[in-house]
């Protein structure tokens, strides 16, 4: 197409002026193509100048980085997070070719909540006769990619947990036992005449309590769950949770706050497991909010799901530890088993939901639950009195 606009281009001394007005109409017709071919692509474009001033942008880089179309100003100028604008600026002034850098962004998208977004961005230089003429930045929003990629590694690692370790728990936890009911008998035989003594029994027999906690969390964390799904209120079961812990949370300096939606509709749910994810996730944040702060539990009805999100004022979570928190073992307390978090995303796995983080370093997380509604009409083969047949 450029070559016969050349050739018309030579010739523009012969030319009359229906043939021209046939040019611009042709030329016209050709730039909005590329501008429909342009914002139908699902990644975004950016096209800078050679002093790296915004010449072009499609709708979905409009979007990704919430721009308005600011056409003859310094790209870094026009980007609102600090980060995003530095790696810009950095890139664009080197001239170096930049291939996939990850970013996470704070989405400014009102359906996004101003939720992390993950972002891959590419910086190639425009060359023309061998000089560079500009630059073009591609970005794609990567968060549910890598989303998937994060599941898919989360259910394989359960699955490689499952292999291994019904046996091998089952043979620490029967000598632990014997070492519990061994200390005691010695304890008694020996007595206590002093301070030491007690000191190091005490001592003892707080280790034999932390490794029999251990093993039984693995043990649930890799036994296959048997589910009595019944219909249940979340809200009920938040209230009861929340006037438990309220106390031990004020004693932390943590106040609660519990928002609930009254038009909650009913879902099927274990409510010892459902209980136990929710624990879990109080726990995590009163141990991320060491000198207190705001717990925040709420319930929201959707079309087709019921959302629960636990948010805490705590010390957050680093972007790049994000995907790794529902993993097994991964833990950043001196203390903990890392198995917590993987026993939550479990639970909620085995109740057909979903469960997903967001978190600002310095700031807080937030966890949010998503469980299916409960479809009355929509009987289970199986099932009687919204109650699995066993």
Not at 14 to 35: D, F, G, N
Not at 129 to 138: C, D, E, P, W
Not at 143 to 167: D, I, M, Q, W
Not at 224 to 229: D, Q, R, S
Request: hydrophobic residues 40%; charged residues 25%; proline residues 3%.
């Amino acid at each position: 197409m450029n070559s016969f606009y050349l050739r018309a281009l030579s010739k523009k001394d012969k030319l009359t002026a229906e043939q021209y007005r046939e040019l611009l109409v042709s030329a016209s017709a050709e730039i909005a193509r590329l501008e429909t071919v342009l914002d139908s692509l699902p990644s975004g474009i950016l096209v800078c100048d050679e002093k790296h001033s915004l010449i072009k942008a499609n709708q979905s880089a409009l979007r990704l980085l919430s721009l308005s179309h600011k056409e003859g100003i310094l790209l870094w100028e026009i980007i609102s997070d600090d980060d995003l604008a530095g790696f810009f600026k950095k890139s664009l002034q080197s001239g170096d070719q930049v291939l996939e850098h990850e970013m996470y962004v704070r989405s400014q998208r009102i359906s996004d909540a101003g939720a992390n977004r993950l972002l891959s961005i590419s910086v190639h230089p425009l060359v023309e006769k061998r000089h560079i003429t500009g630059s073009l930045v591609r970005i794609e929003d990567i968060t549910e990619k890598r989303g998937r990629e994060a599941r898919l590694r989360r259910a394989e690692n359960l699955a490689s947990l499952t292999t291994l370790a019904a046996g091998v728990a089952h043979e620490i936890k029967n000598p632990l036992g014997a070492i519990s009911i061994h200390l005691q008998l010695l304890q008694k035989a020996i007595g206590i005449k002093d301070g030491n003594n007690h000191k190091y029994f005490t001592v003892l027999h707080e280790e034999v309590d932390r490794l029999n906690r251990i093993v039984v969390d693995f043990l649930f964390a890799v036994r296959p769950m048997t589910l009595e799904l019944r219909e249940g209120n979340l809200n009920s079961l938040i209230t009861e949770l929340a006037d438990f812990f309220r106390a031990e949370l004020e004693q932390s300096d943590i106040r609660l706050w519990v928002e609930l939606d009254e038009k909650l509709p009913p879902v099927l749910i274990d409510e010892r497991y459902m209980k136990q994810a929710l624990l879990n996730l109080i726990k995590n944040a009163q141990a991320a909010m060491p000198n207190g702060g705001l717990l925040t539990i709420a319930t929201i009805a959707l079309d087709s799901e019921i959302r629960i999100s636990v948010c805490d004022t705590g010390i957050g979570i680093m972007p790049e530890n994000l995907k790794k928190i529902f993993e097994p073992y991964y833990t950043t307390k001196d203390n903990g088993t890392g198995l917590g978090l993987t026993l939550v995303y479990k639970i909620i796995r085995e109740h057909q939901g979903d469960v997903s983080v967001d978190s600002r370093e310095g700031e807080g997380t937030d966890f949010e639950i998503s469980l299916p509604v409960y479809q009355k009409e929509q009987r289970l083969i199986g099932c009687k009195n919204g109650e699995y047949a066993k």
